[in-house]
T-cell receptor, first 113, second 112 residues
């Protein structure tokens, strides 16, 4: 019940395409869903996050869609660029006042020029 | 602006050896974390700390120990290294329990 399942494992799109990464969770106590971006040789960095009181959140070219009833959330990258090539992790935590994040297994994205 | 600094960047250990992975942050964050990252497995929480003198186990604490004597430092100790501890280790910090994590650039550890 603590797992967050992420798919696909890897993804290749052409520049300008819209890669979509999906995550699913079981624990209904989760109420914070961040996405982290990781470049090779670096630590992950927060990209965007959502709470279940909204169904969508946009920050620049990055959008999270959230479906509470299906217990799923996804990341969309509009007009993808080669610089977006990275590994993306979804995560989830409950509102315990402490962010004990459960991470997905990661998606390696390659945006070809 | 250093953020979270981890040392060393790389290390090779023989089975049974011990070592300490260092982590320091200059953001005056109360919360600090240790994660390990294995290919295809995501990040798993090893230990965390909510302030100096307070630590607790995460999801995969076996084989590791931590201490938090100051706000800035959160070292991770491996006492008897095993091949299963071959991984990339990330230290992170956050100002509040529910604020974004700031990660260091990791320590790649190989145990042979």
């Amino acid at each position: 019940q603590q797992q967050v399942k992420q798919s696909p494992q890897s993804l290749i799109v052409q520049k300008g395409g819209i890669p979509i990464i999906n995550c699913a969770y079981e624990n209904t106590a989760f109420d914070y869903f961040p996405w982290y971006q990781q470049f090779p040789g670096k630590g992950p960095a927060l990209l965007i996050a959502i709470r279940p009181d909204v169904s969508e959140k946009k920050e620049g070219r990055f959008t999270i869609s959230f479906n509470k009833s299906a217990k799923q959330f996804s990341l969309h990258i509009m007009d993808s660029q080669p610089g977006d090539s990275a590994t993306y992790f979804c995560a989830a935590s409950g509102d315990t006042g402490f962010q004990k994040l459960v991470f997905g297994t990661g998606t390696r994205l390659l945006v070809s020029p | 602006n250093a953020g979270v600094t981890q040392t060393p960047k790389f290390r090779i250990l023989k089975i049974g050896q011990s070592m300490t992975l260092q982590c320091t942050q200059d953001m005056n964050h109360n919360y600090m974390y240790w994660y390990r990252q294995d290919p295809g497995m995501g990040l798993k929480l090893i230990y965390y700390s909510v302030g100096a003198g307070i630590t607790d186990k995460g999801e995969v604490p076996n084989g590791y120990n931590v201490s938090r004597s100051t706000t800035e430092d959160f070292p991770l100790r491996l006492e008897l290294a095993a091949p299963s501890q071959t991984s990339v280790y990330f230290c992170a910090s956050s100002s509040l329990g529910n604020s974004p994590l700031h990660f260091g650039n990791g320590t790649r550890l190989t145990v042979t």
